[in-house]
């Protein structure tokens, strides 16, 4: 088969909206968070490490190894306490 030159022709990288696009995640509906809290499974953790980062990942969307190695600091916003995990270093 006749080469016709295509040989050397290669895709494009995908653009940063492309990736985004592809990473994006539903929110948790509020039905759903409250069944989440709710239910017997989550009671049960208590309020130990797991249990806060089960609110963590549910509040924020992000998987559980995610917020573990993000780097992280605790910032307040008025009398609100935030996680602002863009900051460079780790908690």
């Not at 990736?19 to 989440?36: G, I, Y």
Request: with cysteine.
């Amino acid at each position: 088969m006749k080469d016709d030159g295509f040989e050397l022709v290669r895709s494009r990288k995908p653009t940063m909206e492309e990736k985004n696009a592809q990473d994006r995640r539903r929110s948790f509906t509020h039905a759903e968070l409250k069944r989440f809290f709710q239910s017997d499974a989550f009671a049960a953790t208590g309020q130990d490490d797991g249990w806060w980062l089960a609110v963590l990942c549910a509040m924020t969307g992000a998987r559980g190894g995610e917020l573990m190695e993000a780097p992280s600091e605790l910032v307040m916003i008025g009398d609100i306490p935030c996680i602002d995990l863009r900051s460079g270093r780790r908690a």
